[in-house]
């Protein structure tokens, strides 16, 4: 790592401080401003002993000597400004390491596939997005991973039951290799305590190969809302396309945790080829500066609109995180392990599919598109759009109902939003 300044004396400083220079040092670029793009598919040894030496270093042949650079080799291996960008999005954690990948699924399926082996069983909280739904549906299972969904009641005891019945369907050799969570879940935005998933984690430890890893991807609340490495989890999964990539103009995703359970995924992705190139690498690196500006923008008017849509006459409920009970089971969870309500809710209709078209084809401002966390307000009908392979009694369990739309607030004048929603449930 490429050492910056992290603090002024003993005060340390705030990760997007830190963004406009962490991990760079212009001396080794002409002195510019900006970490450049390092397009280059390969680098130059400095001499064949070196070379022979950073690839023994690279295949795990010999063990890194105190403060020894990896050296670089080839961009599937590593490449500067992924190796930047991995530093600095490492701060929003504080984690040990961070990888980027070439998308939020990629990084979901490098890491699962690092970690289960045939005969493996995962738990799962539903729904998942639904990339990650298919992966654990219909792929995994192909490789003799059996992937087992826990909806309803998502008690420690509830868990406790959901993880002793998959273990008790693993052959001999098999073991519960992770439970993966999605928090807040997407579209429902369902809250799952990290905590307790963590502990019952913790309580496996004496199973072969040591305990399931908690997995939970954080791409709806992170990296500003919640932070699931200081609850428990041992890996933290992003889709940078949405809040950090945060332009709608990239696909990426990311993972943080410890420097041992990454070296094993960093392996699988040298070899699979599932990384990032260095120019999408240097927009996420524009992107991570204005990251906490667009996410307090966003959030802030999120409360706005959500709080305009609640008692509107057409609109059933509003599933904004910023109005669970605070004396609710959801509410303590809020209160514990998120720091912002984020900008991402679900409005429940009143009516069917038929109203909610009506709505979304009358929005004039807010675009109708599937993602979320960009710079332009989104709107989107998960029923038929993102959880559309989500069988029909699967969505009634999750709760994706056919009156839900979800909206994902941008950074427009917040009383812009309101008065497109207004108008477009005039017209429901
Ligand atoms: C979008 C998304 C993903 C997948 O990310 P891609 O970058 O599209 O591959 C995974 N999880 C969640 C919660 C998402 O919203």
Redesign the pocket.
Known sequence: MRRTITHIGDHALSPSSLMMSYGFDPKLSEGAIKCPVFQSSTFVFESAASGKSVMQLAYGLRERGVAEDPGLIYSRINNPALEILEDRLALWDSAERALVFA??????STTILSMARPGDAIVYTAP??G??DFLFEKLLPQFGIRCYPVSGDLSAASMQASVEAARAGLGTNGRLAAIYA?TPA?PTNRLIDLAMLADLARGMEAQPGGRPRLVV?N??LGPLWQKPLAHGADIA??????YVGGHSDL???SCVGSDADLAAISGFRTILGTMTDPHTAWLLMRSLETLSLRMRQSEASAWKVAEALRHHPKVEQVGFLGFVDPDSEQGRIYARQCTGAGSTFSVILCGGEAEAFRFLDSLKLIKLAV???GTESLASYPAGM?HVDVAPEMQKAYGIADNLVRLSIGVEEPEDLIADCLQALDQV
């Open positions: 998308s939020g699924m990629a990084a979901i998942v997005y990339g990650t999605e997407n991807d791409t709806m999964i992003y889709s940078l396309t949405k696909i990426a995703g993602s979320l966390g993102t």
